[in-house]
């Protein structure tokens, strides 16, 4: 071997090293999920109960995936649109805080997004209805979060690359949480759905949210799971149009979730071990108060009975609970969804002051 190629392999190795310690470097001022309990995770296990509220287009072409290729903005039309309703009843049921679907499946936005002419500001009720539910919450003091679709964009992603959606996803995401003051939860969907490095894009946009409010809480759709770790879904890209031959975990994350999964009957435990590492990693369960998520046409409240069984599983275990209700195309929450929660609401009074009455006289 000649000097010179003696020079240039051990530039070559010298250059792997550099290379290999700015990568370190890198990762290691990546935002990660608590280790321990902090004060924003313990005053997040405090909430409890919360309001998830589906409402959008959806509720207006009577179909939630997106399937209907002829929807516009022009559907969008509620009459009495009330977000201050939602959430005069969320606090009137007794819940901490509320969930807003700001981007479903349609892709039409509840506020008037500057990355895409698919919007509220587009249509016959241009209200930022957004706004009005932060402004609302706050008045009621309520914690106000937001739910984003990020896979199964039926209106984006056939329009873009992966690379391009996913700009578009941190463009709004950066939206939503500078044009609304503080949010206390980012609920995204669909986190599988976003083509090749779908890892690498979750880490992004876990750091972009981080960036803009570093107490913001992340949660990854973990789908139909009792909240035992985070799941590893096939990556696929644009509504499973494309199924690739990779996976990804849904992490990094602050809260997991069960979609109408409570907890095991042992308990949620929040610290569990994620690539080699132990974490605090609070739970959620999501379930609807009626059949389906948004008013659709089948929305008679479940009974009573279930409800306190389902709150017993969830919030006994040691998850937060957030039910979710269906503002109709008026834009309120319909008066037999009310009714059930207040029923709710003064049966769960009703053991609570059952359950002190005997710890006093013990």
């Known amino acids: 071997m000649t000097i010179g190629s003696k020079k240039t392999r051990a530039g070559a190795i010298a250059l792997t090293v550099i290379a290999w310690a700015i990568s370190s ?28 509220i589906h409402f959008g287009l959806s509720t207006f072409v009577r179909e939630e995936y997106g399937k209907k290729a002829d929807a516009t903005c022009a559907d969008y039309r509620p009459t009495q649109l009330d977000p201050d309703q939602w959430i005069r009843v969320a606090y009137d049921a007794g819940m901490k805080y509320a969930v807003l679907t700001t981007k479903h499946c349609y892709g039409h936005c509840l506020w008037p997004s500057q990355h895409t002419d698919f919007t509220v500001a587009k ?34 992603q056939p ?3 992966p690379d391009q959606y996913e700009e578009f996803c941190g ?30 894009r979750l880490r992004r946009i876990y750091s972009r949210v981080k960036e803009l409010q570093p107490d913001c809480l992340v949660l990854f759709n973990q789908s139909f799971w009792d909240g035992t770790g985070p799941r590893t879904f096939r990556v696929t890209w644009n509504y499973h149009r494309e199924v690739l031959d990779e996976r ?40 609807c108060l009626t059949d389906v998520w948004f008013h659709i046409g089948k929305n008679k409240p479940k009974s009573l009975d279930w409800c306190l ?42 053991r609570a002051k059952d359950a002190e009455a005997q710890r006093v006289s013990r």
């Open 309 to 350: 069984n389902r709150h017993d599983e969830v919030v006994g275990r040691g998850a937060n609970w957030l039910l979710d209700v269906a503002p109709d195309q008026t834009g309120r929450i319909p008066q037999d969804q009310v009714d059930a929660l207040m029923a709710l609401k003064r049966a769960l009074n009703d």
């Open 171 to 200: 463009n709004q995401v950066r939206e939503l949480l500078t044009d609304y003051g503080p949010i206390t939860l980012l609920w995204f969907d669909i986190p599988w759905d976003l083509g090749p490095d779908n890892s690498g």
């Open 25 to 52: 470097a890198t990762l290691a001022q990546l935002p990660e999920p608590a280790t321990e309990r902090t004060p924003v995770l313990a005053e997040w296990e405090s909430l409890k109960y919360g309001m998830f």
């Open 159 to 161: 329009r873009m690359t």
């Open 248 to 287: 990804v975990t849904l992490w990094p994350a602050d809260v997991l979730n069960g979609e109408v999964t409570p907890p095991p009957k042992d308990g949620h435990v929040p610290r569990m071990g994620v690539g080699g590492k132990i974490f605090y990693v609070p739970m959620q369960t999501e379930d």
């Open 123 to 156: 249509g016959p009720v241009k209200d930022d209805v957004a706004k009005l539910f932060v402004e609302a919450c706050r008045k009621h003091g309520i914690k106000p979060g937001f739910y984003y679709l990020l896979g199964w964009d039926s209106r984006h």
